[in-house]
């Protein structure tokens, strides 16, 4: 089993948890890591582009440790 997996990003909770869509179409809410600086503004950044969020999936909860844009 791989320890990080890379979701679409489509949203942010008030909880301060990215809303990521799998591959499948299943979608969930996932923490985001302490270190990592991350706003509703960077939904919006640069909208020629995707959002994918790296998640850790060995810790409990899964937890989002990365961002990076994608040409889609």
Not at 26 to 51: A, G, H, Q, T, W
Request: hydrophobic letters at 35%; proline letters at 6%; one cysteine or more.
């Amino acid at each position: 089993m791989t320890d990080e997996i890379k979701q679409l990003v489509i949203g942010i909770s008030r909880e301060r948890e990215i809303i990521v869509r799998s591959n499948r179409g299943r979608i969930y809410p996932v923490k985001v890591s302490d270190d990592l600086d991350f706003s509703c503004e960077d939904l919006f950044r640069n909208p020629d582009m995707e959002l994918y969020a790296t998640i850790n999936t060995e810790t409990q909860p899964w937890e989002c440790v990365s961002l990076e844009y994608v040409k889609p």
